[in-house]
């Protein structure tokens, strides 16, 4: 037998991955629809894409599950980008002074571990079921890879560029805005994938203390009516939405990449 | 006046707390628009002494002076071409040129003369959009060269700047130099280990020793040059094959190579 060294064309991989999503999902009939898993514990599947197209035109928990996913993303919007906003300007600027990270390092090594959704007593404390609330747990998940990445992307910056910028005169303000920010770019904007994820995944936790709208609410209130498909609609559209950011800014990173002929 | 000086410079380098002496009290002068090589074994220190000019680095004692003003930092008036040309690959060819440019105060219409001047200098008609990964690292090099002259620099420090290319495009990088030389003649350190190179570029060339670096010797090509008339051969083999081409590259050569043997022991 010899192995096949060719790589698979693009048709064979979709191919495969219907293979491995038709088995996904028969696997998850056979279990439901052969009662060995019982309907109360797991809807069929079946039942659940019933349950998203019901969901899709009549509401549930106040809205339908469009409404309710745009007002999660507004929240993880403003959650991520607030992140992006000081954390990628932080990073940068602890890559370019050492003084400022010997400062900032001790604070936030010690803040980085604790889970985003560690962080809900005090966001409903502090925000009540306010946009604060959720916007700061989105916050607190996607901030550290955004200064992390930044940082290492300035910190490692090819010195070449920073002497070359010297020799031609430039002052530290252009310097950093035209040669330190866009020489960490693909540092940057691999610290944005995965700050969007883990903002997008600290969602649910987020809007547990939500009272109006969003996906996360609208799963826990399946759950209180005991509505297990409403609680996989919910999981279902968290997943295409993450899925779809992360393929938005993979599009970008590889469209920079390309632009500096480093792919 | 003397452009670039050196003047009983030492240098020490500190590791693991001891103090290495990396250059050893170097003195050495580059005359105005002179054209001067530095060639020794590597680690010996020359590209030290280049970036103590360019103000990267300092002196332990001793001073760097260029145009009468003790260095203390890098700027424009002592322009840089790396060995790897450390362009900006996120700007054009256009942009990268401009960028020292437009720190000062030049007025658009002159800065776009400006750069067409060098772009046309260098021969990179046509290449004003594209990016540097898009060229060959010799037009890499020559948009480097473009971006250090169109400053109009007291000194030119060159860092090796043909190391990173193939042999062909060495030896056209160097004709072309040598043709700037004539048209737009500036003062050059100009670093290299290629010795045929040093002797074909340069007015005088100072051979260093191994580390600690000291000046060994200062050569004096330019009156030989004058004397043989190198000038009339256009191509680079053809002054490489006279006779005084050979003769001063092979002195050069057993300088350096007492160098490489004391230093293997």
């Known amino acids: ?263 | 006046m003397s452009a670039i000086v050196f003047e009983s410079v030492h240098r020490q380098f500190e590791r693991d707390g001891k103090s290495f002496p990396a250059l050893d009290n170097v003195t050495l002068t580059v005359a105005d628009k002179e054209f001067v090589a530095l060639v020794g074994p590597s680690g010996c220190g020359k590209t030290t002494c280049l970036r103590m000019a360019a103000g990267f680095e300092a002196p332990s004692s001793g001073r760097v002076l260029v145009g009468g003003v003790p260095v203390t930092g890098p700027g424009p008036d002592r322009a840089v071409v790396f060995q790897q040309f450390a362009l900006f690959p996120w700007k054009s060819v256009e942009d990268n040129i401009a960028f020292g440019l437009r720190n000062r105060k030049v007025p658009a219409d002159e800065r776009r003369e400006r750069i067409a001047g060098a772009i046309r200098l260098m021969g990179l008609e046509g290449y004003e959009t594209a990016f540097p990964h898009q060229l060959s690292g010799g037009m890499q090099q020559r948009v480097a060269i473009a971006r250090a002259y169109v400053l109009d620099p007291q000194a030119l420090l060159m860092d090796e700047p043909f190391g990173a290319l193939d042999a062909q495009t060495r030896v056209v990088m160097q004709e072309e130099l040598v043709r700037l030389a004539r048209v737009n003649p500036r003062t050059v350190l100009f670093i290299t280990h290629a010795v045929e190179e040093a002797v074909y570029l340069a007015d005088r060339v100072a051979i260093m020793t191994r580390r600690p670096g000291r000046i060994k010797e200062v050569i004096d090509v330019r009156s030989i040059r004058a004397a043989e008339a190198w000038d009339r051969h256009e191509r680079v083999e053809d002054v490489m094959d006279l006779e005084s081409f050979v003769h001063l590259r092979t002195h050069i050569w057993r300088s350096l190579r007492e160098e490489k043997v004391g230093g293997e022991r």
Not at chain 1, 126 to 134: A, C, L, R, S, Y
Not at chain 1, 140 to 164: K, M, Q, T
Not at chain 1, 242 to 248: A, M, Q, T
């Open chain 1, 1 to 263: 037998m010899t192995a096949d060294a060719r790589p698979p064309s693009a048709a064979q991989t979709v191919g495969l991955g219907a293979v491995g999503l038709a088995l996904f999902v028969g696997i998850w009939l056979a279990l439901t629809l052969s009662g060995i898993v019982p309907r109360q514990f797991l809807p069929t599947p079946i039942d659940v894409l019933t349950r998203t197209f019901e969901l899709l035109a009549h509401p549930f928990a106040g809205a339908t599950l469009p409404v309710h996913v745009l007002s999660s993303f507004e929240r993880y919007a403003y959650g991520f980008l607030l992140a992006a906003a000081i954390g990628v300007p932080l990073g940068l600027l602890m890559g370019r002074f050492s003084w400022l990270n010997d400062i900032v390092t001790p604070v936030f090594d010690g803040l980085r571990f604790i889970a985003p959704i560690a962080w809900v007593p005090f966001a409903a404390l502090w925000f009540g079921t306010g946009i604060g609330g959720p916007i700061m747990i989105i916050f607190s998940g996607a901030f550290p890879p955004c200064l992390i990445n930044a940082y290492r992307g300035a910190r490692f910056v090819d010195r070449n560029y920073i002497e070359a910028a010297q020799m031609l005169g430039t002052r530290n303000m252009r310097t950093i805005l035209e040669v330190l920010l866009p020489a960490s770019f693909p540092s940057i904007i691999a610290g944005l994938r995965v700050g969007a994820g883990i903002g997008w995944q600290s969602l649910v936790g987020a809007e547990l203390i939500v009272a109006s709208a969003g996906v996360g609410y609208m799963m826990v209130q399946g759950q209180s009516n005991i509505s297990t498909p409403t609680v996989v609609a919910g999981m279902i559209a968290i997943g295409i939405v993450g899925l779809l950011i992360d393929v938005l800014l993979r599009r970008l990173e590889t469209h920079v990449r390309r632009r500096r002929g480093l792919a």
